[in-house]
């Protein structure tokens, strides 16, 4: 089917779902500069060929001036040298010209030692020459040049029309260089910035420094399984962009219009139901201010008050007030009767306790309980009480209190005799008191009815009182009037008609991408079980991956696990497996650029006999499927018994790569 058929296919489908006209699919998607053809994807290839770093070694190791050149072969470059000696900064600078800024592991020291990167590499079947001058770790200047073949670009550092290399670009700073780099390798790889919807009102874009990431494999204990970022599904986007399913980048673009589109029109519904709520509250908050005052017109209007003389009115007034005065006094005399009953069952309640437990107290419960001493006057404290209780002397005069305990029960029995009489004199004192309380609350309320009567009946003294309330009357009535009542929010028909294209496309790329990777996906998985088996992982029966990115790991005679539940090691080499994507690659479909960076896999819990069979499969499948892997590792031993001689780059022993 040629690109114009499937073009018209896609939008009559779209159409037909969403119940609009072919038109108005064609200018949704215009407005929105969305594609309205899934077309394959160019081949996007990426080589690395020679790198070169120059610059100036400080402190204890070697320290000194340095100018390397590292060449990399097409199939599988090891890099071997001794821990700390330039193995992981040989990647960096790479990645620094390749993604447009080093990864955190490049240490500023480091950085500062570089004056020039110069990497010739193949991006998309374009010859490029990146050159980079450096100062104090910061880009100087940076220049991206193209020729006709790697090897015209060797050595050179500038444009050379009469040889046919050209600047692809220029950069001053850093942050210039990232910015450019990220533009350029976008356009040249055929790629779409990976754009997801943020809190449903704004959106998200990552570029090509995420999809470097599954070119610059994280470290095994990293937990995701494609890419740097495990966050707004990029994993899954990045496994469907490189295998080129159908609609995939299109369908992530169109799903996240849809999404904003959608959140904005709720959010405009939610501030018309919001001041619909509003304009509500002020309609009832008007009424309920009409009514009280259409009721306090009524009170100052004449009623049938006015038919009692003043003079009665006055009397009665004045007698429900004295009344009440003397009901205040009473209740004031029944708080005092009540409290005092409270403190006397209070004591004798403390009484009854200190007769059950101390024989003092027994000895001492007929005779006086003074606060104060009978001759000075002073206080007897708390220290007195308690030395009473437990050392056994008076709390008045100090002596020890002797004699017999001779009747315990008996006395015990007339303390609670005390405690009851007083707590039924409490009780009797608490009645006294509620019945005042209601003959005030009575006399109150009487009160206030006869003084409301008088002011009634005072229509000559009311009458600025009443106009003030009657134009209050009027003013609130004009206010309700004229209220503007709350509006239904208007549809906006386009901006519906739109979401519902969007919605209707994003329904049906979704289900075109998933049908696309059924087939595939299963092979995928018999794909990655194959190459992880052959790189150690042990007893695995099958992996079943989804769109994703999401991998379920079945061990032969257990329970089905997940990717970020394995072992680094285990981590690692699964990574790697899906990242090789070989059935894609067979198929035709696999837009992976084909190159994959591992920095030190052997450090990931891994066994030397897991290692030695992880290096000498890599090397044979780089070969194989047309992949270029540059890995790093300090085992020499390892490097020389796994891989060939002409796939390594080593340093002597304890000695720096470059």
């Not at 006709?148 to 600047?167: F, H, K, N, Q, Y």
């Not at 369908?251 to 709520?277: N, P, S």
């Not at 006015?306 to 009473?330: E, G, K, N, P």
């Not at 209707?504 to 990655?528: H, I, Q």
Request: with cysteine; hydrophobic share 40%; charged share 25%.
């Amino acid at each position: 089917m040629s690109t114009a058929q499937e073009e018209a296919l896609l939008e009559t489908r779209i159409a037909d779902k969403a119940g609009v006209q072919v038109d108005d699919v064609r200018d949704v998607f215009a407005a929105y500069g969305l594609p309205l053809v899934i077309s394959p994807a160019r081949p996007r290839s990426l080589r690395v060929h020679r790198l070169r770093v120059a610059g100036e070694r400080t402190g204890d190791v070697e320290p000194g001036p340095f100018d390397t050149t590292l060449s990399f072969s097409a199939g599988l470059t090891a890099l071997v040298a001794s821990n700390f000696r330039g193995k992981t900064s040989v990647l960096e600078p790479l990645t620094w010209c390749l993604r447009g800024t080093p990864r955190s592991e490049m240490q500023n020291r480091v950085r500062s030692w570089l004056h020039h990167i110069d990497l010739d590499a193949t991006v998309a079947g374009e010859p490029m020459a990146f050159r980079l001058d450096l100062t104090d770790g910061e880009i100087t200047a940076a220049t991206v040049l193209t020729g006709s073949e790697p090897s015209a670009l060797a050595d050179v550092r500038g444009p050379a029309p009469d040889r046919g290399i050209t600047v692809l670009l220029r950069a001053s700073s850093t942050d210039s260089y990232a910015e450019q780099i990220a533009g350029l390798m976008l356009g040249r790889m055929d790629l779409q910035p990976l754009v997801n919807s943020f809190k449903e009102t704004s959106t998200q874009t990552h570029g090509w420094p995420a999809y470097f990431g599954a070119v610059y494999l994280p470290a095994g204990g990293d937990k995701a399984l494609l890419g740097e970022v495990t966050s707004n599904g990029l994993p899954g986007r990045l496994l469907q962009v490189f295998l080129d399913l159908p609609a995939a980048a299109a369908l992530t673009r169109v799903k996240t219009v849809h999404d904003v589109r959608l959140a904005e029109d709720k959010a405009r519904r939610a501030v018309a139901a919001a001041e619909a709520a509003e304009r509500a509250s002020e309609r009832e908050r008007l009424e309920t201010d009409l009514a009280q005052a259409r009721e306090a017109l009524a009170r100052l209007l004449p009623g049938d008050a006015t038919d009692v003389s003043l003079t009665d009115l006055a009397y009665d007034a004045v007698q429900l007030a004295r009344a009440l005065a003397d009901a205040q006094d009473a209740w004031d005399e029944a708080v005092r009767v009540f409290r005092r009953a409270r403190t006397e069952r209070q004591q004798a309640a403390k009484l009854v306790n200190d007769v059950t437990e101390s024989a003092t107290a027994r000895l001492l419960f007929h005779g006086l309980n003074p606060t104060s001493c009978p001759r000075c006057d002073q206080q007897i404290d708390d220290m007195r009480r308690q030395q009473e209780r437990h050392a056994h002397t008076c709390a008045v005069c100090a002596r020890e209190v002797t004699g017999d305990d001779e009747d315990p029960q008996g006395i015990t029995a007339e303390a609670q005799q005390r405690l009851e009489t007083s707590a039924a004199a409490e009780e009797a004192a608490k009645q006294d008191l509620e019945q005042a309380e209601t003959t005030v609350d009575a006399l109150t309320r009487q009160l206030e009815g006869a003084q409301e009567q008088l002011r009634r009946a005072q229509s000559a003294a009311d009458l600025p009182a009443r106009l003030a309330a009657q134009e209050n009357v009027l003013r609130l009535e004009g206010a309700l009037s004229v209220f503007r009542e709350p509006e239904e929010p208007a549809l906006d028909e386009s901006e519906a008609k739109a979401i519902k294209v969007l919605a209707a496309a994003s329904d049906l790329l979704e289900k075109d991408s998933k049908t696309a990777a059924e087939t595939l996906f299963k092979e995928v998985n018999d794909e990655t079980v194959e190459l992880a088996t052959l790189f150690g992982v042990p007893s695995l029966q099958s992996v079943s991956i989804d769109r994703g990115a999401r991998l379920k790991i079945f061990p032969l005679g257990s329970k089905q696990e997940w990717f970020k539940d394995q072992t680094a090691g285990a981590r690692l080499r699964l990574r790697i497996a899906v990242a090789l994507l070989r059935v894609g690659r067979a198929k035709g479909v696999s837009t992976h650029p084909g190159l994959l960076l591992i920095d030190s896999p052997k450090s990931e819990e891994m066994q030397s006999a897991d290692a030695h069979k992880l290096f000498k499969e890599l090397a044979t499948v780089a070969a194989e499927s047309d992949l270029q892997v540059v890995l790093t590792t300090a085992d020499f031993d390892l490097a020389r018994a796994a891989l060939p001689a002409d796939s390594i780059r080593q340093a002597e022993p304890g000695a720096s790569l470059w």
